[in-house]
């Protein structure tokens, strides 16, 4: 079909008829004497009624049953939680102070240990030291005995020596002289030693 | 629908008898069938939605859950917490039953009945009633005194006294006129951009190219309606509260 008058106005039909058609029979909503109107009302009232009683009694505490157990089972999974994390941070603080305690006995120990053998040693090294003094005090008055019966005999072996080169030399010897010269001789030596 | 020539906008609004001479009798028609229709899929919605009952939700469980909480929520932001709990329920009722009115009238061969002022003058009414009986409640005759603003001159009360009882009085007429136009106008529309469609594609080739731009209009329609439907529940929710947040304490 061609775009003619015609066919436009047909088409411009519906939006005249429109407003001429709802006022000739108005709108149904307006009808208020019609006993189907009337009667959705009290319907309507009945299934509202129903509808909110299902909901309120029934159907709205399901869910709200549904979430708050949610809720108390979060929570107390939190709880749980955060009781176990006290317990891990307790056995950790307990943990912490045994490794402490642990480590200050093992220094302790040592320091004993150290002590004991620092006195060991000191101990042991002072008897060595007093019985090195004593083998060292022994053997010096060997030596002084020694160093005596040599001094002691030295005037003896002068005077027999001096009393031999003297025969020989002059071939007399006088005994008493040659013991006062003697000793004289060791008297002023030792003068000359000390 | 389209009949000859002219365009029968209204006839979807419509009440027919349904189940014979028997629901005739107990004037029944449409309207309580897609309201009946209507609270089943919601308590349907909610009691297979939590029927797992499972910690960790699926999305039905989610969905149910997410429009307990959205609608508690809303009840209780702006009753308060003790009073909005126990109108929780009835909060919750007045939206999904609007809100399923809303989108099951939506769908092809069904019935909106929000789009009937007698249905929501009725549930405005109720709000209405239990917002002037909760004010009495709690307020006691002490509820009288807000139609005098406080502070105002009293040679204007005669002015001021009228003009507040009016703006009261006028409550459930916009609440309902509200959604009852809103509904109307959607369908309207829809029907007739249908009927173009339909007209159109009668008239041969040039029709059938002619009827898609009203085709397209209609699928937008039907988008914005699904809009227009969630919004208006909510408008009619929301307004129920703050009615009610007024009745409790003011």
Same mark, same amino acid.
């Given at each position: ?29 307006? *009808? ?153 001789? *060791? ?8 | ?13 419509? #009440? ?30 909610? @009691? ?8 960790? +939700? ?52 069904? @019935? ?47 002015? #001021? ?6 703006? @009261? ?19 309207? #529309? ?23 731009? +009203?085709?397209? #209009? ?24 703050? @009615? ?7």
């Amino acid at each position: 079909m061609r775009l003619t008058p015609r066919f436009l106005l047909s088409a411009a039909a519906p939006l005249a008829a429109l407003p001429g058609r709802a006022v000739a029979e108005g709108m149904p909503q307006l *009808h208020f004497k019609d006993p189907l109107l009337q009667g959705q009302v009290v319907w309507g009232a009945l299934i509202f009624i129903i509808f909110y009683l299902l909901l309120s009694r029934s159907a709205l505490p399901r869910v709200a049953d549904v979430i708050k157990a949610r809720e108390t089972r979060i929570q107390s999974d939190l709880d749980l939680a955060r009781r176990a994390r006290k317990d891990a941070d307790q056995a950790q603080k307990e943990l912490c102070e045994a490794r402490e305690k642990a480590s200050e006995d093992a220094k302790a120990t040592i320091q004993s240990i150290r002590e004991t053998t620092r006195e060991a040693i000191r101990v042991q090294a002072e008897e060595t030291a007093a019985r090195l003094e004593a083998e060292i005090k022994s053997a010096e008055s060997q030596i002084a005995l020694s160093r005596n019966n040599a001094l002691s005999n030295i005037n003896e072996i002068a005077s027999s020596t001096a009393m031999t080169l003297a025969e020989r030399l002059i071939g007399t010897a006088d005994e008493k002289v040659i013991a006062a010269a003697v000793e004289q001789a *060791h008297a002023a030596g030792a003068e000359h030693v000390s | 629908m389209a009949s000859g020539s002219t365009i029968d906008a209204l006839g979807q609004f419509e #009440l027919h008898p349904i189940f014979g001479s028997f629901g005739e009798a107990l004037r029944l028609s449409q309207a309580p069938l897609f309201m009946a229709i209507s609270s089943a899929v919601v308590l349907a919605f909610l @009691y297979f939605g939590m029927k797992p009952k499972a910690v960790v +939700p699926g999305r039905l469980q989610a969905a149910a859950e997410v429009s307990y909480d959205f609608v508690r929520g809303l009840a209780v932001d702006t009753i308060g917490e003790e009073k909005g709990t126990a109108f929780f329920p009835f909060i919750f009722a007045l939206f999904f039953f609007i809100l399923a009115g809303n989108y099951i009238g939506l769908l092809p061969f069904s @019935y909106t009945f929000t789009s009937h002022i007698a249905v929501t003058f009725a549930m405005a009414i109720t709000v209405f009633i239990i917002c002037i009986l909760t004010s009495l409640r709690f307020q006691g005759l002490g509820f009288f005194k807000h139609f005098m603003p406080e502070g105002a001159p009293v040679a204007l009360s005669p002015i #001021l006294i009228p003009i507040e009882i009016l703006s @009261y009085i006028s409550r459930p007429i916009s609440l309902s006129i509200r959604l009852f136009a809103n509904m109307v106008a959607g369908h309207v #529309l829809l029907e007739v951009f249908a009927s173009f469609t339909i007209m159109l594609a009668g008239l041969g080739v040039v029709g059938d190219v002619l009827a898609v731009t +009203p085709l397209v #209009l209609n699928i937008a329609l039907t988008a914005l309606e699904l809009l227009v439907g969630l919004l208006q529940a909510y408008v009619f929710a929301i307004l129920t509260c703050i @009615y009610l947040r007024e009745a409790v304490d003011h």
